[in-house]
């Protein structure tokens, strides 16, 4: 016998053929995720930014590299099959904002109170830790979706460094589609001209002129995904 199933990915319609037995559905999902991905990102390979195009500082075990637009296309393309994730500091979002598109505010680093001076003695900043729990976290997220460690996630921060990082941790725990979103929310800063020093005045989310917000969707909170599920008050930080 043949069974003819046919979904539509992407706005492409796809079909996958069965012979003489019943694909297990998670298997069959995986396939059209797959080619539909290819399909959103319009490109002859999985990874829509090529390598050499990106600073070899921000390379994964992965090489799957977005630019702002392709990892937006992406998104809204396969908004279920996706999970798209912000990995920047809760202060960071609040201030800053955040992408409409995000599922998610899982930071990869947490911040303290503890604070480094910087070298010239005057200026300074605060220090930050590696979350411990970043990608059972992550694997939260996913199962909160019915998506599992083979489905496609997306990283974004500010610049592209700390998803190259948060990359590598997911890599160390076992995922195996993880994509970065290489010019970040806000983007490197302008080393030159009248915007010297400046963010989102060079690439990235903002500069792209993508969907963002200052509004916080309490659905989309770390608190929701932290496998501590601790809110701990800011009187009782040491």
């Not at 030159?192 to 500069?207: D, F, M, N, Q, T």
Request: aromatic share 10%; hydrophobic share 40%.
């Amino acid at each position: 016998s043949r069974v003819q199933i046919e979904e539509v990915v992407a706005g492409h319609r796809i079909s996958v053929s069965e012979r003489g037995f019943d694909m297990h559905w998670k298997t069959r999902r995986q396939l059209v995720v797959s080619l539909g991905v290819g399909l959103a990102l319009g490109a002859q390979s999985a990874s829509a930014v090529d390598k050499s195009h990106v600073e070899k500082r921000y390379h994964t075990q992965f090489d799957l590299y977005l630019s702002s637009r392709e990892a937006y296309d992406l998104k809204t393309s396969l908004a279920d099959e996706v999970l798209f994730i912000d990995v920047r500091s809760r202060q960071e979002i609040h201030y800053t904002g955040i992408a409409d598109q995000v599922d998610a505010n899982i930071p990869y680093r947490m911040d303290t109170l503890n604070w480094r001076t910087k070298k010239d003695g005057v200026r300074g900043t605060f220090r930050t830790r590696v979350n411990p729990d970043f990608a059972d976290a992550v694997m939260n997220a996913l199962q909160s979706r019915e998506l599992d460690h083979k489905s496609p996630v997306i990283l974004m921060c500010g610049a592209a460094s700390r998803a190259a990082f948060a990359a590598s941790a997911l890599a160390k725990a076992g995922f195996e589609q993880v994509y970065i979103q290489v010019e970040g929310f806000e983007g490197v800063k302008a080393k030159s001209g009248k915007h010297k020093g400046k963010r989102s005045v060079v690439a990235g989310w903002k500069y792209e002129g993508l969907p963002w917000s200052y509004d916080l969707l309490t659905e989309k909170m770390y608190f929701n995904f932290d496998p501590k599920n601790q809110l701990v008050p800011a009187a009782s930080i040491k």
